[in-house]
């Protein structure tokens, strides 16, 4: 019926059938009930009462209920008007039109009901459009607030004056910027629950190497991503997680190196892989990675957790560093269609 | 191009003193500050930038993009939206308004960067070649 409509219906600005439209399926709606009486005219079968219903159909969907009552009367009548003209036998006097008034009853309880149906899509859709309206609204402040909280550790790094202060409070921004990225991915996605995380690691790895190599080092950056998905607070966590370990390896991997590379791996499967490898000295024989503690690990092992993922760390056989998370697979959440915004 | 002067039309007082600081910190000169689109256009008349970075939802009757329009229309400036709106329909708006250029809030220093040479290239090159076309 849709398909029928988007040839047929001519919609005006609030998506109502404009008059051109209703004339047109009248029109078709005539046209077909002239058909199916004369077809039933001539072959005198009964159960050509069931093809009235598509003229019926019609006008009521793109005409209204009062043309779709029209269109039923006349379809009643023209079967009645055929089964007259072409019954030869005697029969009963008052069975045919006892039949067309049953018909006539039919075909206005499916007016009503698809009159009922189309005032159910209409008021669907107006929930729909409210509902989409206010998530664009609220993905817009969620993104200003974000850029007010960027701007305020702008203002911040100000007043500092070393170096390594100035650089925390960028790495800040950079995840705000990251977090700010995903909603963005969500939003434009249409896919509201669904977003794609190997484009984010993308994004965030070319964003990160761009703004935090280190000075004189010629970096090459390889990431091979496939797509993941998986839904905004899983994103967010893991985003965020690939955030410290970019920028770990951005900090130590390359130091005082003139080149190197840096290869990010997202690997699809159960469970999923992400990995950040440097290509570096490596870690230093005494690092134990399950007694090793910092702000930057701990933070890498809190978050995995939340997210019910495991953490490797270790030398890479091809040499530096090599940071894994291995995460569930998981569908992504769909959203409850009963939440209320 | 450095040295541009860029007029910054927000209403976010912490965003256009963030703003200010990048810009400085990126090469460019703030010509000087806005916070509504009426007040917009007389900036632009008063101090001449070579651009103008602009929010599109502000106070001041019209928003930014019917904002975006006037200034071009009147000063033949370029004008770069500074906005967290990433909707596709408001970015159509804003290309059919001849925005130069889009950046999506929370900003990166390098992407506004790119954002703000690009356009001013590409206002440079309109003003060139209408100049070779009045030549020729």
Redesign the interface.
Known sequence: MNALGARLAILDRSGKPTRISRSVATALALALVAVIAWLDYFTGDFSLAVFYLAPVVVATWYAGRSTGWFIGLLSAAAWLLADQTASHGGGELLRPYWNAAMLALTYGVVTHLLTALAQLQAELRKRIEVRTASL?EV???V??N???????L??EA?KLTNAADKAVFSEC??R??SM?RLH?QL??SGELSDLDFGAHLREMAE?LV??HTPPGCSLALEVRADPVAMDLDTGVTLGLIANELLLNALKHGFDGRSEGKLTVELRAGNPNQMSVRDDGRGLPPEFDPRSEAGLGIDLVRGMARQIGAEVKIENAPEGGTRTTILFPSLAPRRPDPTTKL | MTNARILIVEDEAITVAALKRELTSLGYEVAGTSGATDEALKAVELHKPDLVLMDITLSGGINGIIAALAIRGNFHVPVVFLTAHADERTMKRAVNAGAFGYVLKPYSGAGLKAAIETALHKHHTEIESRASGLAC
């Open positions: 664009t993905h817009h402040r993104k200003n974000l850029q007010i909280i960027s701007s305020f702008t203002l100000e921004r950079d705000i910027y700010a963005e939003y434009s964003m761009h703004s």
